[in-house]
């Protein structure tokens, strides 16, 4: 069993810039699409963004222009790099990793609060 270990999360005003990061226990073999969801209080939970093993990106509407995702080739995990962000971007985020073969690994989450 892989474990997904998000990090990078905090506390940042509005307008400011955080970096997420996702380790796995071992390499992850025949990836179709890293990404990254979040979920804030009382909400489901969303996609915020997805590359695929190709490099295609997909990103919510709500965050196209200021974040981007990028990923790790030699270890095969996903980085997030949010900048500008706004207090509605406040949530869990969470890692995942999708296999060709059948397994979704998920990581715990990492909270990530922005003040107005």
């Known amino acids: 069993q892989v474990q997904l270990v998000e990090s990078g999360g905090g506390f940042v005003q509005a307008g400011g810039s955080l970096r997420l990061s996702c380790a796995a226990s071992?390499?992850?073999?025949?990836?179709?699409?890293m990404g990254w969801y979040r979920q804030a209080p009382g909400k489901q939970r969303e996609l915020v963004a997805c590359?695929?093993?190709?490099?295609?990106?997909n990103y919510a509407d709500s965050v196209k222009g200021r974040f981007t995702i990028s990923r790790d080739n030699a270890k095969n995990t996903p980085y997030l790099q949010m900048n500008s962000l706004k207090s509605e971007d406040t949530a869990v985020y969470y890692c995942?990793?999708?296999?060709?073969?059948?397994?979704?690994?998920w990581g715990q989450g990492t909270q990530v609060t922005v003040s107005s």
């Open positions: 995942n990793v999708k296999t060709s073969y059948g397994p979704d690994y």
């Open positions: 071992r390499r992850i073999f025949s990836i179709s699409v």
């Open positions: 590359i695929r093993s190709g490099g295609n990106t």
